[in-house]
């Protein structure tokens, strides 16, 4: 039982555009949901991450939106760029923070110049 | 500041073959992780640490112990290898604070032959 289900599962946007990934989830204890990126041959690093009492966070180009009541939550690469082509991760924590990450299975990101 | 370091960097193994893992982290962090990345399948946690001298399953602990041998080092064994634990493994270390940030490891690629 996948517990965070993300979408797509790979993603193609003109250099300028907007980059939209989706993730859902059904477990209510889940308190922290981070956004990972992954470079190829390289560990996941943070992103960006939402606690449950805020709907939006925003940190540059990227930015979490998160619906408590439809447990949804998206991020959003604003003017994409070739240099964000990566994998992308959300994940989700019962812990209140990294501890016990439960990770869906990543968006690949193609940002084309 | 290395931040979280694994060895080997790529491992071949028979099938019933016995091998460690290595994880060392400076950062001083309480909690560490050790997750596995498939293709399509996100990265699951294998085993975590919450402190020194602790330890617990995580989504797929099957087929594998780990040992904290102290605040610095996590090392995940894996007694008699299969062909199912060919993956790249990645570990992790954290700590609560106010980004509660998971810092990965540049992981180790097995193949189980």
């Known amino acids: 039982q996948q517990q965070v289900k993300q979408s797509p599962q790979s993603l193609i946007v003109q250099k300028g555009g907007i980059s939209i990934i989706n993730c859902a989830y059904e477990?209510?204890?889940?308190?922290?949901f981070p956004w990972y990126q992954q470079f190829p041959g390289k560990g996941p690093a943070l992103l960006i991450a939402?606690?449950?009492?805020?709907s939006e966070k925003k940190e540059g180009r990227f930015t979490i939106s998160f619906n408590k009541s439809a447990k949804q939550f998206s991020l959003h690469i604003m003017d994409s760029q070739p240099g964000d082509s990566a994998t992308y991760f959300c994940?989700?924590?019962?812990?209140?923070?990294?501890?016990?990450?439960?990770f869906g299975k990543g968006t690949k990101l193609t940002v084309n110049p | 500041n290395a931040g979280v370091t694994q060895t080997p960097k790529f491992q071949v193994l028979k099938t019933g073959q016995s091998m460690t893992l290595q994880c060392a982290q400076d950062?001083?962090?309480?909690?560490m992780y050790w997750y596995r990345q498939d293709p399509g399948m996100g990265l699951r946690l294998i085993y975590y640490?919450?402190?020194?001298?602790?330890?617990d399953k995580g989504e797929v602990p099957n087929g594998y112990n780990v040992s904290r041998l102290n605040k610095r080092e996590f090392s995940l064994r894996l007694e008699s290898a299969a062909p199912s634990q060919t993956s790249v493994y990645f570990c992790?270390?954290?700590?609560?604070?106010?980004?509660?940030?998971?810092?990965f490891g540049q992981g180790t690629r097995l193949t189980v032959v």
């Open positions: 939402i606690r449950p009492d805020v």
């Open positions: 994940a989700a924590s019962s812990k209140g923070g990294s501890e016990k990450l439960v």
């Open positions: 992790a270390s954290g700590d609560r604070g106010y980004k509660d940030e998971a810092f």
């Open positions: 640490s919450a402190s020194e001298g602790t330890t």
């Open positions: 950062m001083n962090h309480n909690s």
């Open positions: 477990n209510t204890a889940f308190d922290y």
